[in-house]
């Protein structure tokens, strides 16, 4: 009974550790919605975000992945950020504006419907004001290739 008690105590430990990786290394699904382009928006989802709708802290990176599938094929993209604060839309830089360098684990030429991640690296200035708004990010060729809207708050 002894040996049961102790093997169960042991068992429940390692179940908690496992759930609190899982918790640590666990890509979150973020809210959006799409607001143009051709391509087909599949998943929204940050690592560095712990719940969808997104805190960001200043002083802070936060890695933003959206994966697609475009519509035609793609030989060049630009990526854009802005900031849609009261209506107004704001440009915001990325470190990383060619939206061919920016996908993880592809490049363009990208073949109509084949599934690829685009991954930015958000910097969140101390300077920021603390406030609600809704990140825009967009991959554009001659028109919008996908566009999606996160809604996010800046927190200190």
Partial sequence: YNEY???LRNTMKLFGVFVAL??????????????????????????????PQCKLHKGKSYKINISFKPASEITSMKAALHGV??????????????????LSESTCPIS????????????????????RLISKWELQTDGDVICVEIPVQIVS
């Fill in 112 to 131: 109509s419907g084949t599934e690829v991640t685009w991954t930015e690296e958000l910097e969140v200035l101390s300077v920021y004001p603390s406030i």
């Fill in 85 to 102: 604060i009261a209506g107004v839309s704001v440009p915001f830089p990325l470190p990383e504006s060619d939206g061919c360098k920016a």
């Fill in 22 to 51: 899982m918790a640590v290394t666990s890509a979150v699904d973020l809210v959006f919605k799409t607001c143009g382009g051709t391509g087909t928006v599949t998943k929204v989802f940050s690592d560095d975000c712990s719940s």
């Fill in 5 to 7: 008690k102790s093997y």
